[in-house]
Nanobody
Framework: QVQLVESGGGLVQPGGSLKLSCAASGDTFSISGMSWYRQAPAKQRELVATITSGGITNYADSVKGRFTISRPITSMLYLQMNSLKPEDTAVYYC???????????WGQGTQVTVSS
């Protein structure tokens, strides 16, 4: 199994930056793709960015050019968020697919609030 723990959320002013981290433990070498999702109040959870085991990345249109997903080592996932906007306010979740059946697992989430 794989366990995920996010960190790095907080309160930031519009235009500011934050870097989220996701630490994976357990059978990390069985992880294929990893992603960041977010869920704002009264909204559905949405995909923000994803990275494959081969390093291919994909982003939601709303964050392209502002957010960067990276996975420099097997057990760590990052999301660099620049030029933050109030509409980026949400709980951000780390997601990983592991094993031959690509079983999804989630972290507990970290709150990001963009406000002046």
């Amino acid at each position: 199994q794989v366990q995920l723990v996010e960190s790095g959320g907080g309160l930031v002013q519009p235009g500011g930056s934050l870097k989220l981290s996701c630490a994976a433990s357990g059978d990390t070498f069985s992880i294929s793709g990893m992603s960041w999702y977010r869920q704002a109040p009264a909204k559905q959870r949405e995909l923000v960015a994803t990275i494959t085991s081969g390093g291919i990345t994909n982003y939601a249109d709303s964050v392209k050019g502002r957010f960067t997903i990276s996975r420099p080592i097997t057990s760590m996932l990052y999301l660099q968020m620049n030029s933050l906007k109030p509409e980026d306010t949400a709980v951000y979740y780390c997601n990983a697919l592991y094993g031959i059946r690509s079983v999804p697992t989630w972290g507990q989430g970290t709150q990001v609030t963009v406000s002046s």
